[in-house]
């Protein structure tokens, strides 16, 4: 089946405790990309990759890292996380013109 | 950088009747224009598309109008029926070499009343 996964779906953590959430597509895509959704504010581009080993910034990078190591892989990196990072995270990989959303993070920082 | 509006905010509608969510772009390089529909606790999906050389295009009960003078676009969703409430949200991007970033509206919260 074709699809976006996400891990993990749900994280609590404190302030400043690094983590991971990673992102993986089996559909041969070149294009990847992480979202945030808050209240009120839609959703936000925070990087986007056009194929491996090329990254570029979205309209909310800061604070956040990822990486493109394999065409299957994007994960996102938060090297030290605050409070204003609470939200819900998307992934997505585009094949032609439609963009696939993983089923979402819901990242909690304390 | 691109600035997209969309209005409004919260519709609600009369099951049958017709839904009507506009946006705005800034930037005229704007060439790729679409909508994604997010029910209650999914992930968003995408429901139609348009690009900067086409000014309407329809897919069944729904259609997108685009007015590239105006920088406006429009999703019209018409017979309006209960699996249609969520949220919409419009989206622009330029499309071209080693560029994709897309940015989203703010998004609308449809309801369809019985």
Redesign the interface.
């Known amino acids: 089946e074709a699809q976006v996964t996400q891990n993990p779906r749900y994280l609590i953590t404190v302030t400043g405790k690094k983590l991971t959430v990673t992102c993986s597509q089996n559909m041969n895509h070149e294009y990847m990309s992480w979202y945030r959704q808050d209240p009120g504010l839609g959703l936000r581009q925070i990087y986007y990759s056009m194929n491996v080993e090329v990254t570029d910034k979205g309209d909310v990078p800061e604070g956040y890292k990822v990486s493109r190591k394999e065409k299957r892989n994007f994960p996102l990196i938060l090297e030290s996380p605050s409070p204003n990072q609470t939200s819900l995270y998307f992934c997505a990989s585009k094949g032609g013109d439609t963009q696939y959303f993983g089923p979402g993070t819901r990242l909690t920082v304390l | ?1 691109e600035n997209v509006e ?1 209005h409004p ?1 919260t519709l609600s509608v009369q099951e049958g009747d017709s839904a009507v969510i506009k946006c705005t772009y800034s930037d005229s390089a704007s060439n ?1 224009f ?1 909508w ?1 529909k997010q029910e209650l606790g999914k ?4 429901i139609i ?1 348009i690009r900067s050389n086409v000014g309407e295009k329809k897919d069944q009960r729904i259609a997108v109008t685009l007015n590239k003078t105006a920088k406006h676009f429009s999703l019209h969703i018409t017979e309006t029926q209960p699996e249609d409430s969520a949220v919409y ?1 419009c ?1 622009a991007s330029f499309r071209g070499f ?10 609308t919260r449809l309801t369809i009343i019985p």
């Open positions: 950088g969309q905010s790729y679409p994604y992930r968003p999906q995408l598309d949200f989206a080693g560029n994709e970033k897309l940015t989203f509206g703010t998004g």
